[in-house]
């Protein structure tokens, strides 16, 4: 499906739109893998050193290519009919007016693992086809969104906050009020102690905390307060959860996504090759707006066993797992399970959603372990 302004995620591009695609960071195979459309690339998960990852190897998922914008004549607009005077800010009134705040957060793209979803079902899912690299944290600087919206003066009636990207798509997606006013929504221009990269939305991009990744715009030029729920291509078209076990929420044929659900990340690549000598195994799992507080494997379906948490554990961030494994050479499966503070665990399958989002069941990681290299 694609939406009037282009801005689907299933979309197959023509050769000559794929040609004009891109990106401005390197994108080296060692760090990052292609996924084929010119413009998103995936974090190898064999490849992720540190609790933070690195801006060099941080995923990107780009709909329009990265726009080159000059912070010294951007401006942020917010309006809407939920505000009682429009503002503006430039680039120097976020640096000079505001407190700053930083919060490590962990994105994740609601199409992360689609093409694992498409091999359960023997099927290729349109759009982006995600292996596992989908996901990345980072240490978000800027200013609260709420101090933001409060000068331009937020009416009684005021329900929906959509923030619109300078990219050539105004990538946009709604909010509620209520989550567009947490203490850990915040317009980021800083990334890592660094000035926000370009392909990561320069010179400012939105953090949802524990949202699907959509919903973090890049590039933001504009902010609506809105007194009437809004109805973009991303929470009607993309961006939604269409299948048998989802209500419609009209006027989508599906249910708009928000928060990400519990799931986990081996750190091998896929399929896996070891040596038959003792080693550490290590992985991340994340639960969205939720706290992990259990990761479980097991190996060729023995019994569950606990892998140890290591610190640090800050809500709507990853948290890092490990086990010791002295595996016999052969061929072997391991399967990870992480569960979260509302007692949910990762399930054994997930129902059928018709673009492939939100994948994630526990999954049977295909692990040789051989004594040549
Ligand atoms: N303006 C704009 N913002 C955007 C996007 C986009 O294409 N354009 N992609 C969204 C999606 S789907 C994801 S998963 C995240 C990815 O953020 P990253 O590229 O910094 O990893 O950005 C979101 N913000
Ligand atoms: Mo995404």
Known sequence: MSGPLGGSDSEHPSLEEVRKREVVKPTPSELMEDVGTGLDYGVRP?????????IDRFFLRSHAPTPHLDAARWSLRIEGSGVREPIAYTYADLWDRFPWVSVIRTI????????????????????????????????????????????AGITPGACEVMPEAL????????????????????????????????????????VVSGWLGAASIKWVGRIEVSDQPLHVPWNTEDYVLIG?????????????????????????????RLRPVPQVIRGRAFAGESRVTAVEYRIDEGSWQEA??????????????????????????????????????????????????????????????????
């Open 167 to 206: 990219d050539e798509i105004h990538a946009r997606r709604p909010m509620p009020l209520a989550k567009a006013l947490a203490d850990d929504t915040i317009l980021a221009l800083v990334m890592n102690g660094e000035t926000l990269p370009p392909d990561h939305g320069y010179p400012a991009r939105i």
């Open 108 to 151: 994740e793209c609601a199409g992360n693992r689609r093409s694992l979803f498409g091999e359960e079902c023997g099927r290729t899912f349109a759009g982006t086809q995600w292996g596992r690299g989908a996901i990345g944290t980072a240490e978000w600087t800027g200013v609260r969104l709420r101090d933001l919206l409060e000068p």
């Open 46 to 54: 064999d490849r992720m050193p540190g609790y933070l990852t690195p």
């Open 308 to 373: 140890s948490l290591a610190p640090p554990r800050i809500p709507g961030a990853w948290v890092r797992w490990q086990f010791s494994w002295d595996p016999e050479p052969g061929d072997h499966i391991l399967q990870v399970r992480a569960t979260d503070d509302q007692g949910r665990t990762q399930p054994d399958t997930v129902p059928w959603n018709d673009l492939g989002y939100l994948y994630h069941p526990v999954l049977s990681h295909p692990i040789r372990v051989e004594s040549t290299p």
């Open 244 to 272: 048998p076990d989802y209500p419609p929420q009209a006027p989508s044929p599906g249910m708009p996504i928000s928060g990400i659900p519990v799931a986990s990340l081996v750190e091998l690549s896929w399929p896996a």
